[in-house]
Nanobody, 125 residues
Framework: QVQLVESGGGLVQAGGSLRLSCAAS????????MGWFRQAPGKEREFVAA????????YYPDSVKGRFTISRDNAKNTVYLQMSSLKPEDTAVYYC??????????????????WGQGTQVTVSS
């Protein structure tokens, strides 16, 4: 079992930055692929970023590539999402997700087994 708790969301102006954190509890964090997803009202959950268990591989959709950076600290059982050049269309609830040894290129949320409760990110224009 892995429990995930996100933090760091908030209100920011367009062009600003935020860093989200996801603290994991449970065993063997370093063997889990970690992902970030987001969901805006009335829309499906959308893949944002993923990082392999070792941190050696990361993957992003074109919509955030070059603006968002995912990283992890296995010693602290924490994964981060640094978001820069934020746009109003980035407004959503952001979720952290985990799955054992999943390929970092997996974008389907149904492939992730564990989820946090989400943190709201609002970008004003």
């Amino acid at each position: 079992q892995v429990q995930l708790v996100e933090s760091g969301g908030g209100l920011v102006q367009a062009g600003g930055s935020l860093r989200l954190s996801c603290a994991a509890s449970g065993r063997a964090f370093s063997t889990y692929t970690m992902g970030w997803f987001r969901q805006a009202p009335g829309k499906e959950r959308e893949f944002v970023a993923a990082i392999s268990w070792s941190g050696g591989n990361t993957y992003y959709p074109d919509s955030v590539k070059g603006r968002f950076t995912i990283s992890r600290d296995n010693a602290k059982n924490t994964v981060y999402l640094q978001m820069s050049s934020l746009k109003p269309e980035d407004t959503a609830v952001y979720y952290c997700a985990a799955s054992y040894l999943l390929a970092a290129t997996t974008t389907d949320p149904r492939e992730y087994k564990y989820w946090g409760q989400g943190t709201q990110v609002t970008v004003s224009s």
